[in-house]
């Protein structure tokens, strides 16, 4: 009897160390941010091109942003062949915004590519929400001057407190890549000064991350895989450049601060940085 009582006692004390030993649930404010990755200048049908996308699915995104561009003029037939044979894996979880390349065409390429896949109007620029922070799709191929419908938009979209906002657009307002800044963009700029952090481009084929300016810091991620532009690391501008990779940015939002990464095709991390952002309210 004694020798039982000792082996149910022993079995006790075993069961015990092994749930003490079993690892603890994360509360639930520290679930993992969503993710977002954004590139543009890729569609094109490449090999090259392919392997970017197969990194960007195989992360399972919240979001993807394509960043503009569908080889060479967007027309119906070349959505199919460049961009679905690219990008269709991720139609559900994407966020366009219209590049040089293809806004010729929008009414015959663009526009009912989107109405299909989306199952509504594709509007010209956007907004919506993710992880706390407002997602902005502007365009760069329409009128985007101080008081056109799109500025007068955007002043409307950014009212309220907080900084916690992403701004993306097909064209970079600054780059030190081959076609550099568009200056015309000023007043989108302008718009979001003091109530954004983020403007994330393409145009440019490669990667940059320039230093902050006026609150914002602008990426330019257009090393989707046709081809590359050789960029000016002389430029004072860039904190982090390359040209001589194919790949795509890596975005964490949480409720006050952005995590991004460039990645090459491989997945390597190229470059690491951090922006903090002021809670939105409402």
Request: charged share 25%; proline share 4%.
């Amino acid at each position: 009897m004694r020798l039982l009582a000792l082996l149910a006692a022993i079995g006790a004390l075993a069961a015990g160390c092994q749930e003490s030993a079993a690892p603890a649930q994360e509360p639930a404010e520290q679930a993992a941010p969503n993710v977002v990755w954004a590139v543009g200048d890729g569609a094109d049908g490449s090999r090259q091109s392919k392997q970017v996308a197969r990194m960007i699915a195989r992360d399972r995104p919240a979001r993807f942003l394509y960043l503009g561009d569908v080889y060479e003029r967007g027309t119906a037939a070349e959505f199919r062949r460049n961009y679905s044979s690219v990008y269709g894996a991720l139609n559900r979880l994407t966020a366009p915004t219209p590049g040089n390349h293809e806004w010729g065409n929008r009414r015959t390429g663009y526009l009912p590519y989107w109405r299909r896949v989306k199952g509504r109007s594709q509007p010209g620029y956007y907004r919506f929400r993710l992880a706390g922070w407002d997602l902005l799709s502007l365009n760069s191929e329409t009128a985007h001057g101080r008081g056109s419908r799109q500025q007068r938009w955007l002043t409307r979209a950014v009212r309220g407190r907080g900084t916690c906002r992403l701004a993306f657009m097909h064209r970079p307002y600054q780059s030190a890549g081959l076609h550099g800044d568009t200056r015309s963009l000023a007043a989108l700029w302008r718009t979001l000064r003091g109530h954004a952090r983020l403007v994330l481009s393409g145009h440019d084929h490669d990667m940059q991350r320039l230093r902050r300016s006026d609150g914002l810091t602008q990426y330019v991620s257009g090393a989707g895989g046709r081809g590359r532009y050789p960029l000016d690391t002389r430029d004072r501008r860039v904190a982090f450049g390359r040209d001589d990779r194919f790949g795509a940015l890596r975005i964490e939002l949480r409720a006050d601060r952005a995590k991004l990464e460039f990645r090459s095709a491989t997945g390597a991390v190229l470059d690491r940085s951090q922006v903090r952002c002021r809670p939105l309210s409402g």
